[in-house]
């Protein structure tokens, strides 16, 4: 004995030193003993979390093999090797398990159902199924989360610590059931569940957290305690509902299979006042049924009984007032009969064990719940003389296939949950339409609108258009006095031109002509020589010059009869009576430019304004043309000769000049406007009508002598430069023509901005 | 205020009148409205007694015979029963009987029981004698009342004897849930919908003194 003890012991210290000497342990001796790669782990007996389970739940089955044959747990071995993680792989086996198992259960009836609450499991399950594997358990946040925003809506009056406990609590149950799930039996951890309801019941008597509490909002502290916790365990399959170990599950499907056997079941068998031709009764049987089949989605015990109270208020409903508990219960078997709740003896069943007791011993919950109990166990023993029916009749019902049985009132019912489905669908209809007419009163409202915004628009656009006429004409001589420059070396271009602009310029034409007519002989100039093309204006200057000469030396007096004795001189080409000197000097201008432009210089101008075209305003109406020939000269200096530069610039300032008249324009400066343009139509026009140089004579020599010191800085400046001068002379002309008005004026026209671009005379000046 | 919940279960077979008593005693409660929806098969009502309050959960049972076996789901953790019978029958009187042996052999806790010999205006046709229904409830301990639905005789008497036996078995019964309450009302948080006419129900009980003299007259009168 000794000895055989002495060998044992020794035997083990061998077996355990010989495998001491090996520190290291191999990988293969921590992978699972199911040889599925996964780690095995010394708590699950060397299992992986899957193998141990599997090993675990075979074993339960073994246990209950001979009373529950029929189970279809989960089959062993089920391998997935794509499967990536460990937990991820229980969750989603589990999951499928689960779902599988329900849809096994389930009838197609209820499918819509069935799947709602699978889904809304499914949101759930990945968590709660990897925390639940893991080896130390713990209650996912999301549970607490849950219960803190749960509790602040439903208690906000009482304090945190309350609702610290009640939290607490839940967590302790919610541990405490799941360590007891696997060891108990279901009896047990109900009894457990019960004692764990009095605990925390007992905890709010006692403790002074809920000293200020009263024994109603206890009540629903404990209620709302055991809904948080079932309702997550609820969600955990195999724990409390339909747990392994027992046969709900068989149950379930032994009840649904009877119910469906005994569809023939009618209101007159159980002798309740039903009528199925009465759409009112018909309606609260469906909603009753409907109430009833919600229950399984229900996931603790009091929404379940609440599921439960409502329907039997339905059935009450049904039976007519004041219903009897004589009334109540054939009703309710009937409606539990045509209902064919889906995992009925396993609800009931989870409501019985995991309920607080207190609340469904009593109340009316409780008592409603009792008659639902009531008509199960009636059903489930229903025999011939409880149904007051001959035996052999019964039998003869019973052994007919359940697809024939009780089609009247299936009839009647899905009848009902047809027209009931069709008045949602005539509601939905309506709504519809209702959405199309708003939709399209708002589009003609719309529409009105925009016909309105259309019509205001035109009006707006023509009261404008009459307030401001869209006269393009005077706009047009711009052009066309650089046309006619240009035709100024060819007058059969200008004679072209000129009939081509409206009726109105007829008399423009007249006054344009008898300058063509000017013109000609000064052409005749230029085009003799072109040295000589700097000699007319060189001539006038040196007029003025000498004018200037003649002022400084001479009394002003004389010097006014110079002036006008240059004027007369100055005239002397002019076939007609150009009464302003104005009109004088300005064609003096105007010559050097068309003698240095023949032709060519035709071309070229036409090449400046496409090449201004992408700069400014392509219309070659109004004041464009002066700023893009202004921006041209200075952008392309080089493209043009010092020729073709010259005359651009001149008729820029001409522009310039224009503009500025015809933006300071008004009535009472007219008079003397009339003398400053000659091109401009209005001008023209007064030009002809009154003899207002005559008057304005005086005035002329101080513009001559303003114009003449003007002159002479540019000879100072620029040397003499025809282009340059004549930019001068123009330059000072407009604010010569004004000081008969006023300077400021043309200070403040815009046209003295205009001007500013003088200082880059410089640089045209340098290039020639 | 003390309060004491209780649940009563009413016994009987079909046709005593269990439910013409329970409506008669609804409707007295809620005579100005009955909702159609209140049935009469479970409602609580609020009896005081002295200065306790007793909280009735009146359970109806379907009296039909084929239901006669899932009676017991019904009266498991009843404080009290009512025991009704028709005076007109005998038979209803033996069922009686069976139905406290039942009972007696079912519910181990201590339980206030009470005899109600219903129909009492049919006192012509009377088959159970008046002595034999005293002596029979005396020797179960129960009280015995007889009543009329129809007329609407002694229906509170037999609630609010229930009650005041009621108070006293919670002296010696723990199973019983009886509570202090600090305030009154008592409305938010009740279990069922009639907590509203609370005030209502608590007519009874001021009549408690002459009460019992009307059903001593009454019986007198009818027996």
Known sequence: ?768 | MKVIEAKIVVLGSQGVGKTSLVVRYIGKMFSKHISPTIGASFFTCNISVGDTRVKLQVWDTAGQERFRSMAPMYYRNANAALLVFDITSVASFNAIKGWVKELQSNVPEEMVMSVVGNKCDLHECRAVPYSEATAYAASIGAAYCETSALHDQNIEQVFLNTATSLLTLSATNSTMKSYDSADDERNNGSPTEHSDVTAKVELPSYNTSDGVAYGELQRNMCC
Not at chain 1, 50 to 78: G, I
């Open chain 1, 1 to 768: 004995m000794l000895f055989g003890a002495n060998l044992q012991r020794s035997y083990k210290y061998m077996n355990f030193a010989s495998k001491m000497p090996s520190l290291r342990i191999d990988q293969n001796d921590l992978k699972c003993k199911n040889g599925c790669d996964y780690y095995g782990n010394p708590q699950w007996q060397g299992y992986c979390s899957k193998c141990h389970r599997e090993q675990m739940l075979r074993q339960r089955r073994a246990e209950k093999a001979s009373s529950n044959p029929s189970a279809t747990l989960p089959r062993p071995e089920q391998k997935k090797p794509e499967r990536g993680t460990k937990q991820a792989s229980h969750s989603s086996f589990s999951k499928f398990e689960e779902k599988r198992l329900r849809q096994s259960e389930t009838l197609a009836k209820k499918a819509n159902l069935l799947k709602f609450s699978v889904f809304k499991k499914s949101s759930t399950d990945d968590h709660d199924h990897s925390e639940r594997r893991a080896p130390e358990f713990k209650v996912p946040p999301m549970v607490n989360e849950g219960m803190k925003r749960d509790f602040r809506t439903r208690f906000p009056t009482l304090g945190a610590e309350t609702d610290r406990d009640a939290r607490v609590f839940v967590h302790s149950f919610i541990m405490d059931v799941m360590k007891c799930a696997n060891v108990m039996s279901v009896d047990e951890l109900s009894e457990r569940v019960q004692r764990l309801y009095q605990r925390f019941m007992k905890h709010m008597d006692t403790s002074q957290h809920f000293a200020h509490v009263d024994s109603d909002t206890k009540e629903l502290l404990m209620d709302f305690v055991e809904k948080h916790a079932m309702n997550y365990l609820h969600d955990l399959p195999s724990v409390v509902f339909s747990p392994s170990g027992t046969d709900d599950e068989r149950l379930d499907r032994a009840m649904s299979e009877r119910i469906q056997q005994l569809s023939w079941v009618g209101e007159r068998h159980l002798e309740c006042k039903l009528d199925r031709r009465h759409a009112a009764c018909r309606q609260l049987l469906y909603k009753a049924i409907s109430e009833l089949l919600g229950m399984d989605s229900a996931s603790s015990p009091g929404g379940k009984l609440t599921r439960v109270r409502r329907c039997c208020r339905h059935v009450l409903a049904l039976c007519g007032a004041p219903a009897s508990a004589d009334d109540l219960l054939p009703a309710l078997i009937f409606t539990v009969l045509k209902a064919n709740p889906p995992r009925l003896v396993s609800n009931i069943n989870f409501v019985t064990r995991f309920c607080n007791a207190q609340r469904l011993m009593t109340g009316e919950g409780g008592y409603y719940f009792t008659n639902l109990c009531c008509a199960v166990s009636f059903i489930e023993n229903l025999t011939a003389e409880s149904l007051n029916m001959d035996k052999k009749e019964f039998d003869c019902y019973m052994s007919m296939p359940a697809s024939i049985g009780g089609s009247a009132w299936a009839a009647a019912l899905s009848l009902c949950g047809a027209s009931r489905e069709a008045e949602e669908q005539r509601e939905a209809a309506q709504r519809l339409l209702q959405d199309a007419r708003n939709m399209s009163e708002r589009a003609a409202a719309l529409h009105a609108d925009a016909v309105c915004f259309q019509e205001q628009i035109a009006k707006k656009v023509e009261d404008v258009l009459a307030k401001t006429p869209l006269e393009i004409k005077p706009r047009r001589e711009l052009p066309r006095l650089c046309k006619s420059k240009t035709a100024i070396v060819t007058p059969l271009i200008d004679l072209e031109l000129n009939p081509t602009p409206a009726e109105p310029q007829t008399a423009i034409t007249e006054e344009s002509r008898p300058l063509v007519g000017y013109t000609v002989p000064s052409e005749d100039n230029s085009q003799s020589s072109q040295p000589t093309i700097a000699d007319p204006v060189p001539n006038v200057e040196k007029d003025s010059i000498t004018d200037r000469i003649n002022n400084t030396d001479t009394v002003q007096p004389a010097s006014s009869i110079h002036e006008l004795e240059h004027t007369n001189t100055a005239k002397q080409g002019t076939q007609e009576t150009e009464p302003k000197l104005n009109i004088l000097g300005f064609e003096v201008i105007e010559k050097p430019s068309p003698p240095k432009s023949p032709q060519n210089l035709d071309q070229t101008w036409q090449l400046k304004q496409t090449s201004s075209l992408e700069l400014l305003t392509p219309s070659p109406l109004g004041f464009t043309p002066f700023d893009s020939r202004s921006i041209d000269e200075l952008m392309t200096p080089d493209e043009f000769g010092s020729d073709s530069l010259a005359p651009g610039l001149s008729n820029i300032n001409y522009d310039i000049d224009l503009s500025d008249f015809s933006g300071d324009n008004s009535v009472a400066e007219d008079p003397p406007k009339e003398a400053k343009d000659p091109f401009s139509p209005e001008g023209l026009k007064k030009a002809f009508d009154p003899f207002a140089p005559q008057p304005t004579a005086s005035t002329f020599k101080e513009v001559l002598d303003k114009f003449d010191e003007f002159s002479l800085t540019d000879n100072k400046t620029n040397r003499t430069f025809d282009p340059f001068d004549v930019i001068h002379r123009n330059d000072p002309f407009s604010p010569e023509r004004k000081e008969g008005s006023s300077i400021l004026d043309d200070s403040d026209s815009p046209t003295t901005a205009c001007l500013l671009p003088s200082p880059l005379q410089p640089q045209s000046s340098n290039k020639p």
